[in-house]
């Protein structure tokens, strides 16, 4: 029977409410055509916020205004603290959080995908697929770093790109299966409000890089599971907003070591936390000087 005038689908009438949060940091360049991207992403409405973290000429405030989006300037405290305040200011009855870089555009049902993907209540996040302008698959889902893994694909990635840590790690296999993973990429990933706000949302001690990291891990602490869902597919054009990429390998590093931190906590692992910080602060010296 089709659908006439009024009437909603089962679909579209049990659907969950989706707010989208896109964090701008001069991104007029790009923030168009993710706006653009928008409409087509759900059958059912989404409410849209950009969190401007370098409100300046005005730019941003039209483009979000123009494309029906919340504009929200701010300060700018980190990716992280600005996922967080954006969240707040979005109304309570709005079950589900798309967080996304403006550098993104979403495939068309990529936000129903997603939701499809949830079949248990434990479901805390779901990723798309997330791909680069050629069709490339990004690792976007990743296992919780460990020791082994961790240590391994800091030292072995740049020189043995195939090594088996960071194969581990990255769960690179480009596989079209659906699966559960320790953590889900910060570029592009739909989030159960509840466990959100549970979880007290991003860590904003994390001013940019391993929010998602720290966030992925509090939620399998807390039992919740993070989904990678490849039918899902978005397009990320890269990190245009990464403006010195020296600092931004410094601020990798520092990051990293407050995971580390968090990840293996207490007086007895404190000289493994110091070697661990140790080796972080030589790699970023020496991939700074290369820069």
């Known amino acids: 029977m089709c659908k006439t005038e009024g009437m909603e689908t089962d679909r579209e009438r049990t659907a969950p409410r989706v707010a989208i949060v896109v964090v701008s940091y001069g991104s007029d360049a790009v923030l168009p055509a ?160 509840s466990a959100f706000r549970e979880l007290g949302g991003f860590d904003d001690e994390f001013f940019m890089y391993f929010e998602d990291v720290d966030f992925g891990f509090r939620l399998g602490r807390a039992r919740y599971r993070s989904v990678y869902e490849p039918a899902a597919v978005v397009v990320h054009t890269g990190a245009h907003s990464t403006e010195n990429s020296a600092e931004m390998v410094r601020v990798h590093h520092l990051s990293a070591a407050r995971f580390i931190g968090r990840k293996y906590p207490g007086p007895i692992l404190f000289p493994l936390r110091a070697v661990l910080r140790l080796g972080l602060r030589v790699r970023s010296a020496l991939m700074t000087r290369e820069r």
Not at 54 to 66: I, K, Q, Y
Not at 180 to 189: H, I, K, N, P, Y
């Open 34 to 193: 993710f706006l653009a991207s928008v409409p087509g992403a759900s059958r059912a409405p989404l409410d849209t916020v950009v969190a401007d973290n370098r409100p300046a000429d005005g730019t941003v405030e039209r483009l979000s205004r123009d494309a029906g989006a919340h504009y929200l300037p701010l300060e700018n405290r980190g990716y992280g603290a600005a996922i967080n305040a954006a969240e707040a200011t979005i109304a309570d009855d709005v079950e589900w959080l798309l967080i996304s870089n403006p550098d993104v555009t979403l495939g068309a049902g990529a936000v129903d995908l997603l939701l499809d993907a949830v079949d248990d209540e434990r479901i805390a996040a779901v990723g798309p697929r997330i791909v680069d302008e050629s069709g490339v698959v990004y690792p976007s889902a990743r296992s919780i770093p460990s020791l082994r893994s961790g240590v391994g694909h800091a030292l072995f990635v740049r020189i043995w790109p195939g090594n088996p840590w960071t194969r581990t790690y990255r769960r690179d296999d480009a596989s079209p299966v659906r699966r559960d993973t320790g953590w889900l990429s910060g570029a592009c990933l739909l989030v159960r409000r």
